[in-house]
């Protein structure tokens, strides 16, 4: 697994926005396509938004198409999620970590301290 550190998160109304930042650190990262999960208070983790690092190319979950929008500073290993349009049920840790299918995630043994947004109404 990548070892990662989430960066940013906050308070905000809805309709507001946040950027978060994942920075990586992983000699063998390459091999890894990197995601964003969140964990909403009292459910388990979810998938967001999963990058392709090599071409850029983003793929995201229904609740977030056309809102969030994920990026990566290739150069650097940061990963970043733009949080558009925020509702009170985007209100959640956001995780990043190496990207695996929804029946994986809880393979993944190692999280970074997180992120939390909270969206108020």
């Known amino acids: 697994q990548v070892q990662v550190a989430e960066l940013g998160g906050g308070l905000v109304q809805t309709g507001g926005s946040l950027r978060l930042s994942c920075t990586i650190s992983d000699r063998t990262f390459n091999n890894y396509d990197v995601a964003w999960y969140r964990q909403p208070p009292g459910k388990g983790r979810e998938l967001v938004a999963a990058i392709d690092w090599r071409s850029g190319s983003g793929n995201y979950e229904d609740s977030v198409k056309g809102r969030f929008t994920i990026s990566r500073d290739s150069a650097n290993n940061i990963m970043h999620l733009q949080l558009n349009s925020l509702r009170p049920d985007d209100s959640a840790i956001y995780y990043c970590?190496?990207?695996?299918?929804?029946?994986?995630?809880?393979?993944?043994?190692?999280w970074g301290q997180g992120a939390q947004i909270t969206v108020s109404s």
């Open positions: 970590n190496e990207f695996v299918g929804k029946l994986d995630i809880s393979k993944l043994t190692r």
